[in-house]
């Protein structure tokens, strides 16, 4: 039987994790913003804690490089205007929390739920298999014409919404928290 190795502190990052994610989660539902205290005092308070827990350059190592991996996908997509700045930086404090293993696991599992939320929220509106075929069809009209903007079509207003992402930070944290046994 093969057994997991033990990283000193996991329950504290998974936890912290959570933490942060439990506080941004209930600022989103309620008024769709996510305060810089949490998001930015998450990252500061990773540097500190992965210091403390594994006192070694290992510890700021894997609190930045989790920090970078978290957050450099989602910042593309707020430069592309797809995602708030909030949840950027909501997934950068998760991943300097958690460090590269832990906040990567947490902030994966929270793109799965809002991206299994999504599927089923256009099957129950009748709209996914639309939805799939524009999004086919600017792709390619992008795609093989960049220069033609009277042959580019446009995506339609109606099938875009907004998407609270504080929730689905959360279920991902305490997906990663079941996981490695910390609810037992």
């Known amino acids: 039987m093969m057994t997991i190795p033990k990283i000193p502190g ?16 209930a600022f989103d539902w309620r008024t769709k913003r996510i305060p810089n205290v949490v998001t930015i005092g998450g990252i500061l308070l990773a540097f500190p804690l992965h210091a403390w827990l594994t006192p070694s350059v290992t510890g700021y190592q894997s609190a930045a490089l989790g920090c970078l991996a978290c957050a450099v996908p989602p910042a593309v997509g707020w430069r592309l205007g797809w995602v708030a700045g909030g949840d950027v930086k909501l997934l950068a404090a998760m991943g300097a929390l958690g460090g590269i293993s832990f906040g990567l696991e947490a902030v ?4 799965f739920c809002a991206s299994g939320f999504i599927f089923l929220r256009l099957c129950w509106n009748g709209v996914l298999l639309r939805t799939a075929a524009n999004g086919m069809a600017v792709a390619a009209t992008r795609t093989f014409y960049p220069s033609k903007p ?22 991902g944290a305490a997906m ?3 996981l490695h046994g910390a609810f037992l």
């Open 10 to 25: 996991a329950e504290a990052f998974l936890l912290a994790t959570f933490a942060v994610a439990f506080i941004a989660a």
């Open 108 to 111: 994966f599992f929270a793109l």
């Open 150 to 171: 009277s042959k580019i079509v446009r995506p339609v207003a109606e099938f875009s919404s907004e998407l609270r992402f504080g929730p689905f930070a959360l279920a």
């Open 176 to 178: 990663s928290l079941f």
